[in-house]
């Protein structure tokens, strides 16, 4: 399978787009996918982190909490059960990302990292657009540097 094509090294602004359109068929993913395929994205991604020398300092030495964290997030987001909300609650993303420097560099490097993870997860063409397309809009929202 050939890796999707990397962003720019700019964020681009968001394309029109119909948003409950959008957010059906974000929801649709975790039908098609099911639970397993979001937990090996989640240990596919920390894979990459745990390697990556810019990302890596900012999570904690043990990364089994944030894969837990990140797998019950995407399940819930893409249509799954409500797991991450009933033991964390509200998701408050950018809340929660607040205390790491986050710049265009670390959005591109995390951005790379998921492109990455869905790959390594074998998730199907087809799907890896609309995820990609949620994550470089995520990761550009969270972004707190110059």
Known sequence: M???????????PIAAVDPAAERAAEQSIYLQLGAEKFWQIARAFYARVDKHERLRPIFPEDLQE????????LI???GGPQTYSERKGHPRLRMRHAPFP????????WVDCMRGALIDAAIPEPIIAPMMAYFERTATFMMNKP
């Open 2 to 12: 050939q890796e999707p094509k990397k962003p720019n090294d700019v964020a681009l």
């Open 66 to 73: 944030p894969i837990r964290n990140q797998a019950e997030f």
């Open 76 to 78: 819930q987001y893409f």
């Open 102 to 109: 986050i710049d265009l560099t670390m959005r591109n490097d």
